[in-house]
C-alpha cells in the first residue's frame, strides 16, 4: 500500500542528477540520501527536479522519483505524444528518441553481459528496429474501477489513471474498450486480445450485462503469422507484437540455418509457433510445453504437418529424461529464464545448435554463463525490440557446441 504525501501536503522534491545507467524497470538512477533511487521519466546525464514518493511495498521501505522539471535536457528527449504518459507507467520511454531506445536496449544487455566473465567480451549486434511504434500490441491487461471504465494502475503511486485511449495498443483494442467504456463494472480485470491480422479477439472474464453487446468470454481467438493461422487459447502465451513476432520466427530460421536433416527440439514451445513455422526446414521436430491448453492449441495449430510432435510436460522433466540427443535446440522461456536442470541436460546433449530467445536480459546472462562454462560457445547476440516505447527487449543469441 502507498505512503506517499497527501495532496494537500507540499510534494517532497529534489535536485538530482542522472547517473549513465538504467534500471531494470527502465527508469534512471540517482544518488539520494545514503543509496540510490530509480528516476522515472528522465534520461541518462540529464539534471532533473524529481518528486519524490515514499511508500511501502511488501512491508519494504522504498523511495522513488519522478521527473517534475529538466534542468539539463538529454539530446536524445523528445515530447512524448501520450496524454497520460508519467501519470500511467506502462510506457517507461516515450520521451526518448527512438534511435536512442534502442542505443539503451543494446547498452542494458551489454550491461547484464558484462556481470559475467565468460560472457564480459561477447559482441552485442545493434538492436533490431520494430516497424510500428505505436498501436502495435495485441493485448491489454486493463483494471476498472467502480464506473465500469478501463484504465491501469501507476505502478509508483498505486493510482488508477483511467484512459480514453493506449497508444500501444492495437487500433482494434481501443475500439473495444471504447465499446466498454462505463458498462463493465461486474469485474475488476479486464484482458483483451485482439487478432492484427484477423480481426477476431477475445474478452476474459465473460461480461454478463445487457448493456453489453459485444461477445465475451470466449475461449479462444486466432491469428495469422507468416500466412499461417494459429488458435491461441485465453491462458496461452502469445507474442503482444504480431508484425515482430513474424519477424522473431525469421530471424530464428535465419539464425540457425536449417538444412532439412536436423532433428530439433523446441522447449516451452507455447502454442507451436516455432515449431509449426520452421517444420519445412527441418527433419523432425519435438516441441515441448506444460500447458494443456497450449499444447491443445499447438496440435491444432499443425494440423497436416506430420514431422512435428507435441509433448506436455515441463521441460526439465523432458529433457533430463531425453536419451535422443537433438541436432539443434530452441529454447524460449519465460522471463525466470531456464530451470537449472534444463541447463545442465543441454550440457549433457550437446546440440551443434542452440537458439536462446529471451525477454529478460539478467536471466538470460545468467544462463549463457552456466553454457558457456559448460563447453558451448557463443556466436552472434541480436537484439529485436518487441515493445517500442518500452525498456523491455527480446534477444536472440546462437550458440554452438563441438
Not at 285 to 308: F, H, P, T
Not at 360 to 375: I, M, S, T, W
Request: aromatic letters at 6%; proline letters at 6%; charged letters at 25%.
Amino acid at each position: 500500500m502507498s505512503t506517499a504525501r497527501p495532496d494537500d501536503q507540499p510534494p517532497e522534491l529534489a535536485e538530482l542528477t542522472l547517473l549513465d545507467e538504467i534500471g531494470p524497470l527502465g527508469d534512471c538512477l540517482a544518488d539520494f540520501e545514503d543509496g540510490r533511487i530509480n528516476v522515472f521519466g528522465g534520461i541518462p546525464g540529464e539534471r532533473v527536479v524529481a518528486r519524490i514518493v515514499r511508500y511501502r511495498r511488501r512491508r519494504k521501505r522504498m523511495v522513488s522519483g519522478l521527473v517534475l522539471e529538466v534542468i539539463e535536457a538529454s539530446p536524445h528527449r523528445v515530447p512524448a505524444p501520450c496524454q497520460y504518459f508519467g501519470a500511467c507507467t506502462g510506457c517507461q520511454w516515450q520521451h526518448v528518441s527512438y534511435s536512442h531506445q534502442l542505443v539503451l536496449k543494446r547498452g542494458y544487455v551489454e550491461r547484464n553481459f558484462s556481470e559475467y566473465p565468460s560472457l564480459s567480451s561477447t559482441n552485442i549486434e545493434p538492436c533490431i528496429p520494430a516497424p510500428s511504434l505505436y498501436g502495435y500490441r495485441n493485448h491489454a491487461r486493463y483494471t476498472i474501477r467502480r464506473e465500469g471504465s478501463p484504465g491501469f494502475v501507476n505502478r509508483i503511486t498505486r493510482r488508477f489513471v483511467q484512459t480514453d485511449e493506449c497508444m500501444l495498443m492495437a487500433p482494434g483494442i481501443n475500439r473495444l474498450a471504447d465499446d466498454l467504456k462505463g458498462r463493465a463494472q461486474e469485474t475488476s480485470q479486464l484482458s483483451i486480445r485482439y487478432g492484427i491480422n484477423t480481426d477476431d479477439w477475445l474478452i476474459q472474464p465473460r461480461l454478463k450485462s445487457d448493456d453489453i453487446a459485444l461477445e465475451s468470454g470466449q475461449s479462444h481467438y486466432t491469428e495469422k503469422l507468416l500466412g499461417r493461422e494459429f488458435r491461441i487459447a485465453s491462458p496461452s502465451f502469445f507474442q503482444v507484437n504480431t508484425e515482430q513476432a513474424e519477424r522473431l520466427a525469421e530471424l530464428v530460421g535465419e539464425t540457425l540455418g536449417l538444412s532439412g536433416r536436423e532433428s530439433v527440439a523446441d522447449a516451452y514451445a507455447g502454442v507451436g509457433t516455432f515449431a509449426i513455422l520452421l517444420a519445412g526446414s527441418a527433419k523432425r521436430i519435438i516441441a515441448i510445453e506444460e500447458s494443456a491448453a497450449a499444447i491443445r492449441d499447438a496440435a491444432s495449430n499443425a494440423s497436416g504437418i506430420e514431422n512435428v510432435e507435441f509433448i506436455e510436460g515441463k521441460t526439465e522433466d523432458v529433457f533430463d529424461s531425453m536419451e535422443a540427443h537433438p541436432d539443434v535446440v530452441i529454447l524460449d522461456p519465460p522471463r525466470s529464464g531456464c530451470h537449472p536442470t534444463v541447463l545442465e541436460a543441454l550440457v549433457r546433449l550437446a546440440p551443434e545448435r542452440t537458439v536462446y530467445v529471451s525477454c529478460d536480459p539478467e536471466a538470460l546472462a545468467r544462463d549463457l554463463d552456466v553454457l558457456v562454462r559448460g563447453g558451448f560457445r557463443i556466436e552472434s547476440v541480436r537484439p529485436i525490440d518487441m515493445f517500442p516505447q518500452t525498456h523491455h527487449v527480446e534477444t536472440v543469441v546462437l550458440l554452438g557446441c563441438d
